[in-house]
């Protein structure tokens, strides 16, 4: 059974940084494209940024995301990571990571392979 375990999260002042991880298990993170997730309550989840196989490839959701958000992995530890700097009030939103079944040019089209979801890391931005 595939689980995620998302950790990093926290409080913040805007302008901050946080470096998000996703350990994945029960799967193999070199043979998936891998997505990071946030989502607000109220508000569907929504993808940010997205990973390929090799982690050389990446694609980032359109609008604030890009220049302030990096994602990487480290393929060894089966683990991906996503790195927020210049936070905003508006990031605040609790993170998600997945398996996705593509990572091409359309944050829309990054949907979770499997269904499954972790339990998420909390980001709070205050201003």
């Known amino acids: 059974q595939v689980q995620l375990m998302e950790s990093g999260g926290g409080s913040v002042q805007a302008g901050g940084a946080l470096r998000l991880s996703c350990v994945l298990s029960?799967?193999?993170?070199?043979?998936?494209?891998m997505s990071w997730f946030r989502q607000v309550p109220g508000k569907e989840r929504e993808a940010v940024a997205c990973?390929?196989?090799?982690?050389?490839?990446?694609?980032y959701a359109d609008g604030s995301v890009h220049g302030r958000f990096s994602i990487s992995r480290d393929n060894a530890k089966n683990t991906i990571y996503l790195q927020i700097n210049s936070l905003k009030p508006e990031d605040t939103a609790t993170y998600y990571c997945?398996?996705?079944?593509?990572?091409?040019?359309?944050?829309?089209?990054?949907?979770?392979?499997?269904?499954?979801w972790g339990q998420g890391t909390q980001v709070t931005v205050s201003s």
């Open positions: 990973s390929r196989r090799s982690g050389v490839t990446v694609r």
């Open positions: 997945a398996p996705v079944v593509v990572c091409n040019d359309y944050s829309s089209d990054w949907k979770n392979a499997n269904g499954y």
């Open positions: 029960g799967d193999t993170v070199r043979r998936a494209y």
